[in-house]
Nanobody, 114 residues
Framework: QVRLVESGGGLVQSGESLRLSCTAS????????AGWYHRPPGKEREWVAS???????GYTDAVKGRFTISKDNAKNTVYLQMNSLKPEDTALYYC????????WGQGTQVTVSS
């Protein structure tokens, strides 16, 4: 089965930036929609961003204009550039395909202090 490994999270202050990475053990993002998801404290996991094979992107309203999803097919890696972070962005962040097809990785924690 495909293994997903997220990294790049951390503790930052409001307004700062982070770049998350997610590397898959197999080449899955070249032919599938890549996605980032997050699970805020006490809430269910929810979709954050998508990157279609056409290069088109989609974002949940809360992150539009602040987050950018991208990928490097040669590295089997998807990225999430997170700018102008807000305390409400605090969550455990995961990647997967859209729709979800693979076993979830461990996620990477993003904590934004005010």
């Amino acid at each position: 089965q495909v293994r997903l490994v997220e990294s790049g999270g951390g503790l930052v202050q409001s307004g700062e930036s982070l770049r998350l990475s997610c590397t898959a053990s197999e080449s899955i993002f070249g032919s599938s929609i890549a996605g980032w998801y997050h699970r805020p404290p006490g809430k269910e996991r929810e979709w954050v961003a998508s990157l279609f094979t056409t290069g088109d992107t989609g974002y949940t309203d809360a992150v539009k204009g602040r987050f950018t999803i991208s990928k490097d097919n040669a590295k089997n890696t998807v990225y999430l550039q997170m700018n102008s972070l807000k305390p409400e962005d605090t969550a455990l962040y995961y990647c997967n395909t859209v729709p979800v097809f693979h076993t979830w990785g461990q996620g990477t924690q993003v904590t934004v202090s005010s």
